[in-house]
């Protein structure tokens, strides 16, 4: 579960998966309806940079997805 550990950082879900079934769109809009401190913490968590605004670590993010999702889909065709 997402939250808030004894010394004020944010606690990600361990569940949250780098798989994508969603488009760029519609993977962004959902990330934006994360805070603030969620976005960095995942953009931490996958060695994105994490000091921009709410609106660019979603793109990042989302970015991220797409291109994960592709690399599954293409190895996946491949085998």
């Known amino acids: 579960m997402n939250g808030w550990n004894e010394v004020g950082h944010v606690v990600m879900s361990s569940s949250f ?3 994508n ?5 519609e993977s962004k809009n959902h990330l934006l309806s994360l805070s ?5 913490c ?3 968590k996958y060695n994105l940079p994490a000091k921009k605004t709410h609106s ?3 793109s990042l993010l989302a970015s991220l997805l797409e291109v ?3 690399t599954s889909e ?3 065709s491949m085998s």
């Open 68 to 70: 994960s999702t592709f």
């Open 36 to 40: 603030y401190p969620e976005l960095q």
């Open 17 to 19: 998966s780098i798989a």
């Open 74 to 76: 293409f190895a996946t």
């Open 42 to 44: 995942l953009c931490k």
């Open 56 to 58: 660019q670590l979603a």
């Open 21 to 25: 079934p969603m488009g760029y769109e």
